[in-house]
């Protein structure tokens, strides 16, 4: 088995050789593939924001919540609503949204996260249904179109960035889609990675793990679990005005402003690894890559998968996540990233500083 | 007197926990805390860090009424504890369960964590006194072990260290030795008296182990069915009446 200190050069090689391939292959992607496959990566980028902003509740605090397409969806109708109706430029509605789902964030939290448990998931599954149905109220229709929803709500003309060049045509806009989402994905990420690698991110694991020692050691319960959750709504409403501004379109019926929006972002997250940073990376790859490649089997399948899964008449890729997910709740807990560190560790092992 | 308690009483439903209960701790002192199961000491704990709302009663830390002082901001007073049956943070390594015990000493907020703002100097800052708090306690060389599946002793030690990093001027330890072989309690008797020297402590203590508790005690309270029925030295309290009737039953 090897041995690796941490901080020394070894260590330091590794560290940069992976973030070089993962340069590389962020490079790489929308400069030598498809349109299909750019626009897969963009949407994927979307998903791991929202399960990013999970994690930081459920993950790492422990608080469930069936209630994130809400959140989802106030980003998304906010940007939409911001561009029609008002005329903003697509870029500032990030911070709209981000404001105005903070604050519905805080103000659900704070009489919410009060119970806990499965008496928490009903009520935020509340909050989702009940999300959708407000869109379609008579009396707001003046601000959300109702059942029809908002559509194109798309960039007029594609902002010129430094290095991408003028881009044009579908092609440019799935281009454009890919850099915007992964610049609001590192964001997203730094974010999270700097609130978890902090005092604030301890406190946030010692409520998960026991909430009345956390609260002898001095960390303010309430206001914690209302301010993350404040965090984790706004970072889910960034997520929301990518898919709007990608798509150009949002209804109530939008996949992931629907209760299935919630179920999908829980099943990233989970499948990805609950509880660590990279988790909802691996498992939004892994859902949108196994979304495309299923997509095709279902009623036309013949032999074996055609037995399996002839009966769907949509995609099985949620089905076929949700056999994954038990499996890796048998086998890894902490999700697929759990399980690669479980294996890594056979053959490597770094030490850490300090000993 | 660091602490000051007068007429304390918790009732939960129909059942009297703590049944008009005084008593006070000089500064400095490590006070013992006996009495049979059942007698409202744990509950007494709760009380102090503001786990339980008393009906009744008054206590004042250093001269500040503490029932005005929310949960949290306990520990910022100086006030730290362990429990009984371990509260640690199970997914956590040792060092990192310490770290969160020194919440109060740090500052970094939401905005400051998410900008990186001094963050990373404020973790190294803690890590180290951290690590110095484990080695205080025998426990350097677990460091970065998970603070779960290690003996019930151990866990008893971080549970220390991890009231320690709050830097308290005062201490509850909630029967530190229970679990322990003999020869550890003594090793353990001898920690808590150095510690006492070391951080300036006063101490609160609940304990079954009566020969540790009347060889370190300064004072000892005794308690029966949440009342007090003794206080005094350790050997003014070994040889009263009520305590002995207590722990033996009967008619002496």
Redesign the interface.
């Known amino acids: 088995m090897l041995k690796i200190k941490e901080g020394s050069v070894v260590h330091w090689a590794v560290r940069v050789a992976c973030v070089l391939a993962i340069a590389i292959f962020i490079v790489y992607i929308p400069t030598h593939s498809e349109t299909a496959r750019i626009g897969q990566f963009a949407s994927a980028f979307t998903l791991i924001i929202a399960a990013m902003s999970l994690n930081l509740v459920l993950g790492y605090t422990g608080q469930i919540s069936i209630g994130h397409s809400a959140f989802f969806g106030i980003g998304g109708y906010t940007a939409a609503i911001l561009i029609r109706d008002h005329g903003w430029s697509p870029g500032y509605t990030f911070y709209a949204a981000a404001i105005i789902a903070f604050i519905v964030g805080c103000l659900i939290a704070m009489p919410v996260l009060r119970i806990r448990g499965a008496y928490l998931a009903l009520v935020t599954l509340a909050v989702a249904v009940l999300f959708p149905t407000l869109l379609r109220w008579k009396k707001l229709e003046w601000l959300t179109s109702g059942a029809k929803g908002i559509d194109s709500v798309k960039y007029d003309k594609l902002p010129v960035w430094p290095f991408l060049g003028e881009l044009k045509g579908r092609d440019g806009r799935a281009v454009f889609a890919y850099w915007l989402g992964l610049l609001v994905l590192v964001i997203a990420f730094l974010i999270c990675r700097g609130l978890i690698k902090s005092r604030v991110g301890r406190s946030l694991i010692a409520i998960r793990d026991n909430e009345t020692a956390a609260a002898v050691m001095g960390v303010n319960v309430t206001r914690t679990k209302v301010l993350i959750f404040g965090i984790s709504a706004s970072l889910c409403a960034l997520a929301g005005v990518l898919s709007t501004l990608s798509t150009g379109v949002v209804t109530p019926d939008g996949q992931y402003v629907t209760l299935l929006g919630s179920i999908i972002f829980l099943l990233i997250m989970v499948v990805g690894g609950a509880g660590t940073l990279s988790g909802p990376i691996i498992g939004g790859l892994v859902y949108v890559w196994l979304d495309n490649t299923t997509r095709g089997i279902g009623t036309d399948s013949r032999g074996v998968v055609g037995f399996i899964f002839g009966w769907t008449n949509q995609s099985p890729a949620t089905l076929i996540l949700g056999l994954a997910l038990i499996v890796i709740m048998l086998f890894a807990p902490t999700g697929l990233v759990g399980l690669f560190r479980k294996l890594s560790r056979r053959i490597v092992t770094i030490e850490p500083q300090g000993q | 007197m660091l602490l000051d308690v007068r007429d304390v009483s918790v009732r939960f439903g129909g059942i009297v926990a703590l049944d008009g209960l005084t008593f006070s701790i000089n500064q400095g002192d490590i006070c013992g805390l006996i009495g049979p199961n059942g007698a409202g000491k744990t509950t007494m704990f709760n009380v102090v860090?503001r786990?339980y709302d008393p009906f009744k009663g008054n206590i004042s830390f250093d001269g500040q009424n503490l029932l005005d002082v929310?949960?949290?901001?306990?520990?910022?007073l100086g006030i730290?504890?362990t429990?009984q049956n371990l509260?640690?943070?199970?997914?956590?390594t040792l060092v990192?369960n310490v770290?969160?015990?020194a919440?109060?000493q740090?500052?970094?907020?939401?905005l400051?964590?998410?900008?990186?703002i001094g963050?990373r100097k404020?973790?190294h800052l803690?890590?180290?006194k951290s690590?110095d708090l484990l080695r205080e306690l025998g426990l350097?060389?677990l460091?970065?072990h998970p603070a779960s599946g290690l003996p019930f002793g151990t866990l008893k030690r971080l549970e220390i260290a991890?009231a320690l990093a709050?830097s308290p001027r005062f201490l509850l330890l909630d029967e530190p030795a229970a679990g322990l072989t003999h020869s550890e309690v003594d090793e353990l008797a001898d920690t808590i008296v150095s510690l006492r020297e070391k951080f300036n402590l006063t101490i609160l203590l609940v304990e079954h182990h009566m020969a540790m508790v009347m060889r370190i005690s300064d004072q000892v309270v005794a308690m029966e069915f949440g009342r007090k029925i003794a206080e005094g030295t350790p050997k003014q309290v070994q040889n009263d009446e009520n305590v002995i009737r207590a722990y033996l039953g009967g008619d002496v």
């Open positions: 860090s786990i929310p949960a949290h901001r306990i520990a910022e730290a504890r429990f509260a640690l943070f199970p997914t956590m990192e770290m969160v015990g919440h109060c740090g500052s970094v907020g939401f400051r964590a998410m900008t990186r963050a404020e973790n803690i890590a180290e690590r350097d060389k460091a970065h991890r709050a």
